[in-house]
């Protein structure tokens, strides 16, 4: 399953590149904590239910998300069904969530930092709104183009694990494949993706 996920979005990285000004390293730093803050409390915490993951992501919520234009959407989708919003803040750029029906939840970040990722991420599980529920296993590895790729597993411990287990029917225990993708200033018109999910039961 993992890689099959993995396959499907670094498919999603092909997006046609676009010529912007490069932002600030403080904006780079501040865009990627932000980025990481929707995976936690939007992705993580919500996971397996998706009606509460809309309404956490909802112009009212606490980010003050917007819909996505429905080509902007049908982009991030393809065949998926699911829905796509986004977030904007002065000099931070696009922070856009894709969360899919199938139990894959994607936040994309329009600029980021590589050092700056990892460094919310274990942010969140050690201080922040995972804090005694969950560890971060770090893996490196590679895409098939040779750009590097930091694999994550979320290891659900303690009350996370059991606030899953009740939306699962199991004990909740079950790593979370995290898959982060980071590209070089330009590349890409999103440089950063974090990508959580959870196999969906029929």
Not at 18 to 27: E, I, K, L, R, V
Not at 114 to 125: D, E
Request: glycine residues 10%; charged residues 20%.
């Amino acid at each position: 399953m993992t890689r099959i996920v993995l396959t499907f979005l670094l498919s999603l990285l092909a997006l046609p590149a676009a010529a912007q000004n490069g932002p600030s390293a403080q904006a780079r730093d501040e865009t990627t904590r932000l980025a990481v803050a929707v995976l936690g409390r939007i992705c993580l915490l919500n996971m397996g239910d998706s009606n509460a993951i809309l309404t956490a992501a909802s112009p009212t919520g606490e980010f003050g998300f917007s819909d996505a234009t429905p080509d902007v959407a049908e982009t991030f989708l393809k065949d998926r069904s699911g829905f796509v919003r986004v977030l904007r803040r002065p000099g931070l750029g696009a922070v856009t969530l894709v969360a899919g029906n199938d139990g894959i939840c994607t936040v994309w970040s329009e600029y980021a930092d590589v050092n700056a990722v990892q460094r919310y991420l274990m942010a969140m599980v050690e201080k922040g709104g995972l804090k005694g529920g969950a560890h971060l296993l770090a893996l490196d590895a590679r895409d098939e183009d040779g750009q590097r790729i930091t694999d994550y597993y979320i290891m659900p411990t303690d009350w996370f694990a059991r606030d899953l287990g009740k939306r699962f029917g199991e004990d909740g225990s079950q790593p979370l494949p995290l898959v982060t993708s980071v590209s070089g200033p330009g590349r890409r018109p999103m440089e950063a993706m974090l990508s959580v999910s959870r196999v969906m039961r029929k």
